[in-house]
């Protein structure tokens, strides 16, 4: 959970982008780096396997306001979309204050959102979490491609409790800043319940 560090009067929260491989999280990060004041921002590390898939995780430390006089800054990670990387999806999930759960909107990627969603609940369960007592969004990534799943279909699929949702194509920043201020807001708004 946030790390309070009265020192700096900084509260620092972590946000983790979970899905499938190659569904637009590191897109994602990288949009809103890109995009993002100098000042704002921390860092950006990356690394990457040959197939520039995320192997580990990205990073990024965004300042985003304060509460009652201590800045809030929000570290962002992408975890690796691949299966056989759980053991690095468990440990970036550690700690997490708030999920992007992003899908993959093409037809073929279906099943492996299912999965991915899936795995997301049992990976958070294992570490004591609920992913429905946990502040998340889910982003439907790739809506410009042809062979698109309805976004209708996707949502009676992977959110049939109603969370705050978005339509996205990330390669071009639609729907990238929408789905980072709603989980943002989500995290703060159970930071001052805590509070």
Do not use: W
Not at 77 to 105: E, M, W
Request: proline fraction near 4%.
């Amino acid at each position: 959970m946030s790390f309070i560090n009265y020192s700096s009067r900084e509260i620092n929260c972590k946000i983790a982008y979970y899905g499938p491989g190659l569904c637009g999280k590191t897109t994602n990060l990288q949009h809103i780096y890109d995009n993002t004041n100098p000042e704002a921002k921390g860092k950006m590390i990356s690394l990457e396997t040959e197939t520039e898939r995320t192997l580990f995780f990205d990073f990024l430390p965004l300042s985003l306001g304060e509460i009652r006089g201590f800045k809030t800054r929000f570290h962002l990670y992408t975890v690796p979309g691949q299966i056989f990387y759980n053991a690095s999806r468990k440990l970036i999930l550690k700690g997490v204050d708030g999920v992007v759960f992003v899908a993959d909107s093409q037809v073929d990627r279906y099943d492996a959102n299912l999965e991915s969603l899936e795995n997301l609940r049992d990976n958070l369960d294992e570490q004591g979490y609920d992913l429905s007592e946990l502040p998340h969004v889910i982003q439907y990534n790739k809506r410009d491609v042809h062979n698109a799943v309805a976004t209708d279909f996707l949502r009676q699929a992977l959110n049939p409790n109603g969370i705050p949702d978005f339509e996205a194509i990330a390669t071009e920043g639609v729907g990238v800043f929408e789905t980072l201020k709603a989980v943002a807001k989500r995290v703060l708004v159970e930071l001052k319940k805590g509070n």
